[in-house]
């Protein structure tokens, strides 16, 4: 059975810093591809970044471009976002998600997602 | 940065009807494209990938055509169950990106 498992998320005030976990089983991980997605309270899904199985492959959403940084760990079949410089508008539920791979272009679709972790930015 | 318009909105359809729901692409996108469903309260679940291909265990009345720039969701026979927010996200280029949701509800 596939798990993917989100912690990490709180509140923190705007400017101070924020590490997300995912923990996955049940699949290869890595030879797969991890994502992060937000959800803005009420409002649709926003693509984060996205990491290939070894790493070689880092993107970002200019939204967060030079904020947050992603990395995993296969030995641990975790990968992480490490979010500095937190804004009001990073409020958000973040989810994990996992793609057959990141590199080969047809195969980036998000097929197994967490349940998400809320990270509320506020004063 | 490709944007994804769906429509509509909102769509409001009666059990046991057919749903057609659109998703269009500001360039080609080739059959990069997914399909989700989100209830309230839980994680997107992937529908359908490669435009057309149904994710594992997905009912064969969920069913998606198109290719390049324009794209459909077609629900054959609508369910309780599927009464829901359904996105489309396009991965043939980076950033992804997706669609603004079309919420089926029930007329």
């Known amino acids: 059975e596939v798990q993917v498992v989100e912690s990490g998320g709180g509140l923190v005030k705007p400017g101070g810093s924020l590490r997300l976990s995912c923990a996955a089983s049940g699949f290869t991980f890595s030879d797969s591809g991890l994502t992060w997605v937000r959800q803005a309270p009420g409002k649709g899904l926003e693509w984060v970044s996205s990491?290939?199985?070894?790493?070689?492959?880092?993107y970002y959403a200019d939204s967060v471009k030079g904020r947050f940084t992603i990395s995993r760990d296969n030995g641990k079949n975790s990968v992480y976002l490490q979010m500095n410089s937190l804004r009001a508008e990073d409020t958000a539920v973040y989810y994990c998600?996992?793609?057959?791979?990141?590199?080969?272009?047809?195969?980036?679709?998000?097929?197994?997602w967490g349940q998400g972790t809320l990270v509320t930015v506020s004063s | 940065e490709i944007v994804m318009t769906q429509s509509p909105a909102t769509l409001s359809v009666s059990p046991g009807e057919r749903a057609t729901l659109s998703c269009r692409a500001s360039q080609s996108v080739s059959s990069n494209l997914a399909w989700y469903q989100q209830k309230p309260g839980q994680a997107p679940r992937l529908l359908i990938y490669g435009a057309s291909a149904r994710a594992t265990g997905i009912p064969a009345r969920f069913s998606g055509s198109g290719s390049g720039t324009d794209f459909s969701l077609t629900i054959s026979s609508l369910q309780s169950e599927d009464f829901a927010v359904y996105y489309c996200?396009?991965?043939?280029?980076?950033?992804?990106?997706f669609g603004q949701g079309t919420k089926v509800e029930i007329k």
């Open positions: 990491i290939s199985s070894s790493s070689s492959y880092i």
């Open positions: 998600a996992r793609s057959p791979t990141v590199v080969k272009t047809d195969t980036r679709y998000l097929d197994y």
């Open positions: 996200q396009q991965y043939n280029n980076w950033p992804q990106t």
